[in-house]
């Protein structure tokens, strides 16, 4: 995608970090100007934002730089494959490096996380497992085919959660194109843990558990033949 639009990746980071302030600054004023001296633009958004301040920034990203970018200067942020008992394993000091940064006028960082959703008293055993199945071949896709070895943030994401064994594995069939064979390799703990599939008393401990680790916003995708009505 950088390749294609002649960005460099290297630079994404910094690029970010730099359009956020004009961004805010176009959601606040009308037409604010904005850059550093003999490079100072005028820019303007309209129709104008509804809600004060315009709406909120989110910024997603699982690396150590985008978790601390995130904590430092978003208003959410949208972590991905998401265990609550272990993301601090994941970015925990880069999380804490970015609030300790974080403007004190900003109010407190949201951050966004869940999976599948399915409640049903017989989602127990083997029907919760084919349920949670489902979402094998993507997180095969991220944690084994996304980068090269060595630069995959999600193989590293399974590596903190305690999954090195499995991530290794899992990459190299992935990469030697046995996806069905990587996608059986993911712990299922991962699966069981990161999602909302149960019965409503597990669910309500695994809310709980996402509400304790700093969840405000539930990210959920039903699924089941009453998704709806989930």
């Not at 978790?67 to 978003?74: D, G, P, V, Y």
């Not at 990161?194 to 539930?218: N, W």
């Amino acid at each position: 995608e950088f390749l294609v639009l002649g960005v460099d990746h290297a630079t994404r980071g910094a690029a970010v970090e730099a359009a956020i302030p004009p961004i805010r600054a176009a959601f606040a004023e009308e037409y604010p100007t904005v850059g550093g001296p003999g490079a100072e633009v005028g820019v303007g958004m309209s129709p104008r934002p509804v809600r004060a301040g315009g709406p909120p920034i989110w910024i997603g990203g699982s690396s150590k730089a985008a978790i601390t970018r995130a904590a430092r200067l978003a208003d959410g942020w949208l972590p991905i494959m998401f265990i609550p008992e272990k993301y601090h394993n994941v970015g925990g000091p880069q999380l804490k490096a970015g609030l300790a940064k974080r403007d004190p006028n900003r109010k407190r960082l949201d951050i966004s996380a869940g999976g599948m959703l399915a409640i049903d008293e017989s989602l127990t055993g083997e029907a919760r497992t084919k349920v949670l199945d489902m979402a094998r071949p993507g997180m095969a896709l991220y944690v084994g085919g996304m980068g090269a070895r060595g630069k995959n943030f999600y193989n590293d994401i399974a590596c903190a959660y305690g999954y090195e064994k499995e991530a290794g594995e899992v990459q190299d069939l992935y990469l030697e194109g046995k996806k069905a064979e990587a996608a059986a390799a993911l712990p299922g703990e991962w699966l069981e843990l990161s999602h909302l599939v149960g019965p409503r008393s597990f669910i309500k401990e695994r809310v709980a558990a996402f509400k304790e680790a700093g969840v405000t916003v539930l990210s959920v995708n039903p699924v089941g033949p009453n998704a709806v009505q989930q």
